[in-house]
């Protein structure tokens, strides 16, 4: 399983292209010849870039919803709505959609931020708004998604 580390600011040029940093273009090269996907995020004005096995695995989990379930078909068409696949060029850009482009609200000052196994892409002041609005309540966000973890032998602590 791949794990990203990084947070990156980079521009976008008039065509929507982000040359992707040396350092994440390294940690993604085993990834890159299959091609990216990317999408709209669920809770966040930003989008997310999946490598293609990542992108695999999740609908293979999403396949086993039952589209006879109306949740279940909306929730499906809304999370795959304007998925699009992309390839890194020869000179290691991404060509970001102008659709999601416009969705995440990015125009040239853009953030390229790690999120484990996935990339987030992010307008500049969209993602310091997000990042400085959590760390208010970052404290109490930790304990309750990792403090009711038990430790286990690689436990949090």
Same mark, same amino acid.
């Given at each position: 399983?791949?794990?990203? #580390? %990084?947070?990156?600011?980079?521009?976008?040029?008039? !065509? $929507?292209?982000?040359?992707? @940093?040396? *350092?994440? !273009? !390294?940690?993604?090269?085993?990834?890159?010849?299959? $091609? +990216?996907?990317?999408?709209?995020?669920?809770?966040?004005?930003? =989008?997310?870039?999946?490598?293609?096995?990542?992108?695999? =695995? &999740?609908?293979?989990?999403? *396949? !086993?919803?039952?589209?006879?379930?109306?949740?279940?078909?909306? +929730?499906?068409?809304?999370?795959?709505?304007?998925?699009?696949?992309?390839?890194?060029?020869?000179? $290691?850009? &991404?060509?970001? @959609?102008?659709? =999601?482009?416009? +969705?995440?609200? #990015?125009?040239?000052?853009?953030?390229? /931020? /790690?999120?484990?196994?996935?990339?987030? #892409?992010?307008?500049?002041?969209?993602?310091?708004?997000?990042?400085?609005?959590?760390?208010?309540?970052?404290?109490?966000?930790?304990?309750?998604?990792? $403090?009711?973890?038990?430790?286990?032998?690689? %436990?949090?602590?």
């Amino acid at each position: 399983m791949l794990h990203l #580390i %990084g947070t990156y600011e980079c521009k976008a040029d008039i !065509k $929507g292209r982000v040359m992707v @940093p040396t *350092s994440l !273009k !390294k940690q993604l090269a085993p990834v890159s010849a299959s $091609g +990216f996907v990317i999408k709209r995020a669920v809770f966040q004005p930003c =989008l997310e870039l999946y490598p293609m096995e990542e992108w695999q =695995l &999740l609908m293979k989990k999403m *396949s !086993k919803l039952n589209r006879f379930n109306r949740k279940n078909n909306d +929730f499906i068409r809304r999370f795959t709505a304007g998925v699009k696949m992309v390839e890194m060029d020869a000179a $290691g850009r &991404l060509l970001i @959609p102008k659709d =999601l482009a416009s +969705f995440a609200g #990015i125009e040239k000052e853009i953030v390229i /931020s /790690s999120a484990i196994n996935i990339v987030e #892409i992010w307008d500049k002041n969209n993602y310091e708004h997000a990042i400085n609005e959590a760390a208010n309540d970052f404290a109490d966000l930790a304990e309750e998604v990792m $403090g009711n973890e038990s430790n286990d032998d690689n %436990g949090i602590s």
